[in-house]
């Protein structure tokens, strides 16, 4: 269960719905959501010493560490978006968060206890903590009773003792603000509070309690757009930042009076100025908007600024650590970048990332067994889903990405890999006026662990490109693999492999096309390829065409009118002589391709059919009244063997089969087709979700263990890494109440001997101590090698329990395991029939040994 | 984070012949040097020795030209009528030549008149040469016999008639002084021995053999005709390859120096070139008109062509680019290179990586830095212009992406317009720059619509274009008519082939298609 410990529960009504449907039923399949929600909730804190980050994510509060990237901590307990994040002004290893269920929380993260929780009772839409309120702090809430209206106050937190807390002596500092938490800051030691709506700026002087307002024209005459986006304060001196929505900065002085008020302009961003933050002593300002550039403009000389290109996607939040050694931008595409004071980019926090418009499908790398989607514009991102991290990022389209509004750039639209995962094939298109289209092809670099582009392949049809896919057969041999794409262009292509014989050209291998084939001019939908790649299907509009791919010969054709085809895929293993196809008049055929005929079809509006690659099962997501069901089928029967009605309110727009790394121990036969592999959907709403049979409790009891063992510990490096070696041992587990410590001693038979033998028997320490070590080690290599001490232990039990009475036996008996245990450590890499064979010669040795 | 992308400029594969070593070889000759003749050239023979004087027998003169010489250096005329063959001993001192007349004549290098006179052929002998021991001549006749001389004595040693037809080419064994090769029109190659009193060996060409060549290991023989055969002579005649490269006869063969590469010259006035390892052509030359005669100096210094009407083509070889020119620039010391590289850091010193510089083109750092119109101008630079038209056109196209083409070319002045509509005219017809250079000529009518009229060079740029795309226009609809013609045609073909197919399985169309090829 990989994404156990960072999958969400669905958040507000629906997360409710699924609890009462899994109390009804406790085996029933749940959905749950990966990768984590969206990271720029709120600005990013910096613990003290910046040795950790803390953001808000959907619910949880995560707590990176800025030394290795690495999630330290996640601070669960609120049951909605959180909103805001602070460090507690008077003890720095505290945290207030506040969240939209109208609660604040106050948290030791390091140790990632909940220390209180403050029920405000209204939704919080910010949260600002400031040195000089001794114990209050101000939130940003709705003003009841209107619509679009929200209020900025504070709220007093009472030093009670007790775990809840009312928090109700709430008093308005601010009417009229905006809601979100870029538009108000508090000012030089909390004297004053800047706030920003539409065109207008409310600056509150506590002391004074005198509010001056100022407003700016909407538009100026240059058509620029006034506009408050952001507003920051001067650490030290009387001055306010204000960013605007035409790209320009406003620094205000002089506010204190009505009219003698004075403002200097600057102007960079072409667009949006999305926040703004000053340095430590304010002698810089920081500054990042859409462009996705990080902008530093020295305040002591008017012009000169620094700037940090290219961070990727437009800049959300910036903040800067309490000692001013590290800057930190939150990114709307799920990201968190790490930059050193001097402006050097430093590191990155990457998650899922969520972009606009999923067009590549959820593929599976088979190399790293990592989804792979549109990631960044024109990349694909390999995305980690055991670690819920982004492994790496490729580059496709190899153009600069321009970040402005409205203009129309090249983006990947197809991706396909070969069966080993050696090819990667990917269609980029950009429409304007005319179409451009490339397919290029990939090949993996094993030096270099990366993707290498081979051929480049620039218009490869006249339209666009509707589906493609790999000859999928395992052999090693190149010459067998070929590419096929359909277009809209009414041909399907066969795309092939050539080698160049000529030693002076740089590159052997080349891909060119080797077949076009049509079929009567209607456009070419879907391809599929047979599981022994004997067979082509592709679909053209209403037909099915299955091809021999070795002669190209059309063999024969399908169709079920009127319904045009959406997709088609080939039964495997058993069921391979099953062609599976669905239409969008709601059918779902399966065809027998050795008698040519219709062999049984159902009426399903499926929307999504995927084959398990590891078994024979089809799973087809249909759409209908408004919510999607999952129907998991062998195209052998027309009996689903599993039916999820109404399993996912957003309509599914791709799935995909992940295999498991260890197969699952399911319980019920119904759902004996998630053992090898999971599944992942992805929805019109960009949300990755599986299905899992394992309820909300199990997984919770699992994490809360985990953070119990994990209290005890001060927290390093290598007691985090040890942590989550743990972790997901106890998660391959299938007796998820054991407490991990426990859990390790006793799978193994060598300490399970070495504590239940009587001492008398037991041989000398210094020869146990090798077995003990042994089978703690864990490690793949080294399984094997494992497995022969233990076996050998268990025979010697047996033998042992042979011949009770005789301590002279056994001690001759232990004796001569010696050899082999050596044997066992030194060459760890005995093939099996070798220590059959010294086993075998064990045995006989015994026998001897009894009759002596 | 990642750095500046630079422009990615398409790649397109290269139509036409592939440059290998042996086009670059073959390549590396001057332009030639035309000497007219009073006749057709039938034979050119380089001087063995140095300084490489080459005799030329053209009508009814032999001419010795000198290497560079385009005037002859020596001329023997004592022919009455048409003189053939002439060829120079292995030590270059003598020279014999047949002649139309039946008498053969020997000639010192030095003197003028012939210092002997073969007679006994009683009609033309249009092959005569050396044997390897330097003593005696052999010779073929019209009178279908080939007869062996004795150059002290002038008296014919033996007499072969065993040819039914012309003998007209022929060649002697340079390792063995008394094994020549004859050519007939009775369309056989015949291997004479000195020692015995007939042909020890008879190879059939199959047509009229006009050129005999031995290798100089003597194992093998190549016979012209209307194609270049080679035969295993150690195999007792063996055909090797035909080559069937020409499509007229072949009148002369010929070995470059190394002897790695065959050159044979036809009446279809080419030379081709082929490699003696695998039989195919490397290279080929075309002249004006047929080429009867052909001889390669040693080291391939030069190549001459005789033609049929008398103009003999000399192409000298390009000197070497000399290395040292390039040496002499001088070269910063080497150890300016290893300054600091050879350091080895200490255990407690602190590495600071100092990023790798990168260098961008200049149309690159202006578009780093968003300046567009500087970046057009950059890639309009005459040099990228007419050498690089694809960087230019990759620049517009990534203009055009970042949506700044338009103003990238707006506001220029005349000149500027004029250079970039010659520009937009010459390159919008080719196919790869098409699709981005009718956006680029659609914005510059667009914008500079309304100021049509007042430059006249802007104006005649304007028609120019419009002339240039309505010429392609037209081309596009012919091509359409033929691509209509051709599908007719194949529809009617497929047809048949169908039939064909039913009758006899693929094996019999692959056949008939290779001999398609062949032909």
């Not at chain 2, 100092?354 to 780093?368: H, Q, V």
């Amino acid at each position: 269960m990989p994404c156990v410990q960072r999958a969400e529960l669905r958040g507000g009504r629906a997360a409710v719905r699924f609890r009462s449907r899994k109390m009804v039923a406790p085996a029933a399949l749940r959905v749950v959501r990966c990768g984590g929600r969206a990271m720029h909730g709120a600005r990013a804190v910096f613990s003290v010493g910046a040795r950790f980050l803390l953001c808000a994510s959907g619910d949880f509060v995560k707590m990176y560490s800025v030394a290795t990237e690495e999630l330290v901590q996640l601070l669960r307990g609120h049951s909605d978006l959180v909103t805001g994040v602070q460090l507690a002004p008077h003890n720095r290893l505290q945290l207030y968060s506040s969240s939209l269920d109208g609660t604040i929380k106050l948290w030791d993260f390091t140790d990632g206890i909940l220390i209180k929780t403050f029920t405000v009772g209204y939704q919080l839409l910010a949260l600002y903590a400031l040195p000089s309120s001794e114990d209050s702090v101000f939130v940003i809430i709705p003003k009841s009773g209107e619509r679009d209206t929200f209020q900025l106050v504070s709220v007093k937190l009472t030093k009670a003792a007790g775990q809840d807390m009312e928090a109700k002596e709430l008093s308005v500092v601010l009417e009229g603000v905006d809601a979100s938490p870029k538009c108000t800051a508090f000012g030089r030691e909390g004297e004053y509070v800047a706030s920003v709506k539409d065109v207008n700026l409310q600056v509150y002087f506590f002391k004074q309690k005198q509010l001056n307002r100022f407003s700016l024209r909407a538009t100026n005459k240059k058509g620029g757009n006034n506009v408050f986006t952001c507003v920051a304060c001067h650490p030290q001196e009387d001055c306010i930042a204000t960013g605007h929505a035409d790209g320009k900065i406003r620094l205000w002085r002089n506010f204190n009076h009505k009219k003698e008020y004075t403002f200097s302009t600057l102007h960079w961003h072409h667009d949006k100025v999305l926040d703004l933050a000053f340095s430590l002593e304010g002698t810089s300002l920081l500054s990042g908007g859409v462009e996705s550039v990080l902008v530093q403009w020295h305040c002591g000389s008017d012009c000169k600024r620094d700037f940090l290109p290219r961070l990727g996607s437009a800049i959300e939040y910036v903040s800067i650590s309490s000692d001013g050694t590290f800057y930190c931008t939150s990114h709307t595409d799920n990201r968190i970048t790490i930059i050193n004071s001097n402006l050097r980019f430093s590191k990155t926090i990457q998650g899922l990332i969520k972009a606009r418009d999923v067009k590549t499908g959820l593929v599976v790398d088979p190399r790293t067994k990592a989804l792979v989607l549109n990631g960044e514009p024109g990349h694909l991102q390999f995305y980690c889903l055991q670690s819920d991290k982004q492994l790496y990022s490729l580059d496709i389209v190899q153009q600069e990405y321009i970040h402005q509004a409205g203009l129309n750039q090249s983006d990947l639209v197809r991706v396909a890999f070969s069966a080993q995962g050696k090819w990667l094939a990917t269609v980029e298109e950009r429409e304007e006026t005319d179409l451009e289209l490339q397919l290029k092809l990939w090949f993996f670099d094993e030096e270099t662990q990366s993707f290498k582009l081979n051929t480049r392949i620039s218009m490869p049809h006249e339209d666009h490109i509707t589906a493609m896919c790999f000859r999928d057969t395992d052999e090693m041999e190149d010459d067998s693999l070929m590419l096929v794409t359909t277009g809209r262009d009414c041909v399907f292509k066969v795309w092939v492999i050539l080698e160049d014989t000529d030693p002076e050209a740089q590159q052997s291998l080349s891909w060119s096309c080797d077949f076009v084939g049509s079929y009567h001019s209607y456009q070419a939908t879907n391809c599929c390829f047979s599981e022994d790649g004997s067979l082509l299907a592709v679909s053209f509009e209403e037909t099915v065409t299955v091809w021999d791919s070795s002669t190209w010969d059309l063999k024969c054709t399908f169709c079920h009118p009127p319904g045009k085809i959406r997709s088609i895929c080939f039964g495997r293993l058993t069921c391979s002589k099953y062609l599976i196809g669905a239409t969008d008049h709601g059918f779902l055929c399966c065809w027998n391709l050795l008698s040519c005929a219709l062999e049984w079809s159902a009426h399903l509006n499926v929307v999504v059919l995927q084959p398990d690659p590891l078994s024979e099962h089809i799973a087809a997501v249909s759409w209908l009244f408004k919510e999607s069901s999952l129907f998991v089928f062998k195209p052998n029967e027309a009996r689903p063997i599993c039916i999820q009605r109404k399993f996912c309110k957003e309509r599914i727009q791709f799935a995909a089969f992940v295999p498991r790394d260890v197969p699952e121990t399911i319980g019920s036969e119904k759902y004996l087709w998630l053992r090898r592999s999971q599944l992942f959907f992805l929805t019109d709403t960009q949300e990755l979700m599986t299905v899992s049979t394992k309820s909300a409790q199990e997984r919770l009891t699992l994490s809360s263990k985990q953070l119990a063992v994990e209290e005890s510990l001060p927290v390093t490096p290598f007691s985090l890494l040890l942590g989550k070696h743990r972790h997901q041992q106890s998660q391959g587990d299938v007796d998820l109440g054991k407490i991990v410590h426990h859990h390790h001693e006793q799978d193994s038979p060598a300490v399970k001997e070495l504590l239940h033998t009587p001492a008398h028997v037991l041989p000398s320490a210094s020869f146990l101590c090798p077995i003990f070590i042994n089978s703690l080690l864990v490690s793949k290599e080294n399984k094997s090698t494992e497995e022969t001490p233990d076996e050998v232990e268990m025979e010697s039990e047996e033998a042992e329990d042979d011949s009770d009475e005789e301590n002279s036996v056994t001690e001759m008996k232990q004796e001569d395991k010696m050899p082999l245990e050596s044997l066992g450590e030194t060459t760890h890499r005995l093939s099996k029939s070798e220590e059959k064979e010294l086993r075998k010669i064990r045995k006989v040795d015994y026998s001897w040994i009894s009759v002596f | 984070m990642a750095s500046y992308k630079p422009v990615v400029i398409p790649a397109v594969p290269k139509l036409g012949e592939k440059i290998t070593q042996d086009t670059l070889y073959w390549r590396g000759y001057k332009t030639p040097v035309q000497i007219k003749e009073f006749g057709a050239i039938n034979k050119i023979d380089f001087s063995p020795v140095p300084p490489y004087n080459y005799a030329v027998t053209a009508s009814s003169r032999v001419h010795i030209y000198g290497r560079y010489s385009q005037e002859p250096i020596k001329t023997f005329s004592r022919f009455k009528d048409a003189a053939y063959c002439a060829t120079y001993r292995d030590d270059g001192k003598l020279l014999v030549a047949g002649s139309e007349e039946g008498s053969i004549r020997l000639f010192d290098i030095s003197g003028r008149a012939p210092l002997r006179q073969f007679d006994g052929h009683t009609k033309a002998v249009h092959v005569v040469g050396f044997l390897s021991d330097k003593y005696r001549i052999f010779s073929g006749g019209d009178d279908y016999s080939s007869s062996l001389w004795d150059i002290p004595s002038a008296t014919e040693i033996v007499s072969y008639s065993e040819h039914s037809d012309y003998v007209r080419c022929g060649c002697a064994s340079k390792l063995n002084g008394d094994v020549f090769i004859t050519g007939s029109y009775d369309h056989t190659v015949k291997v004479f021995d000195a020692r015995t009193k007939s042909s020890v060996m008879t190879i059939e060409h199959g047509h009229p053999v006009e050129s005999v060549l031995l290798f100089p290991s003597g194992g093998l023989l190549v016979s012209a005709g209307r194609y270049v055969k080679v035969w295993d002579v150690l195999k007792g005649g063996q055909l090797l390859v035909s080559l069937k490269n020409h499509h007229k006869t072949v009148t002369c063969l010929c070995l470059n120096s190394s002897g790695q590469r065959l050159l044979s010259g036809s009446l279809d006035r080419h030379v081709k070139i082929y490699s003696t390892t695998s039989y195919k052509v490397v290279h080929s030359f075309n002249y004006a008109t047929s080429i009867l005669s052909l001889a390669l100096s040693p080291e391939d210094e030069t190549i001459i062509v005789g033609m049929t009407n008398g103009v003999l083509n000399v192409k000298h070889r390009k000197p070497e680019e000399s290395k040292e020119k390039s040496q002499k620039k001088r070269q910063p010391a080497y150890r300016t290179y290893v300054k600091g590289r050879n350091y080895m850091p200490k255990q407690e010193d602190f590495f600071v990586s100092k990023p790798g510089r990168c260098i961008m083109r200049k149309y690159d750092k202006l578009l780093k830095s968003f300046q567009s119109s500087k970046a057009l101008d950059a890639v309009l630079e005459p040099h990228i212009r007419l050498y690089t038209p694809e960087v230019t056109v990759a620049v517009m196209q990534e203009l055009n992406r970042r949506g700044t083409l338009r103003s990238a070319l707006a506001g220029r002045d005349e000149k500027q317009i004029s250079l970039l509509l010659t520009f937009v005219t010459r390159r919008v017809i080719e196919p790869r720059f098409t699709p981005v250079l009718i956006t680029v000529a659609d914005m510059i009518t667009d914008i500079y619509q309304p100021v049509v009229g007042q430059s006249a060079l802007v104006d005649k740029q304007f028609l120019r274009l419009q002339e240039a795309i309505g010429r392609e226009i037209d081309y596009q609809e012919e091509l359409l008519e033929v691509l209509g013609m051709m599908d007719a045609l194949f529809a009617t073909l497929t047809e048949k082939r169908a039939t064909y197919l039913e009758e006899n399985k693929s094996n019999g169309l692959t056949k008939t298609l290779d001999q398609d090829i062949s032909i």
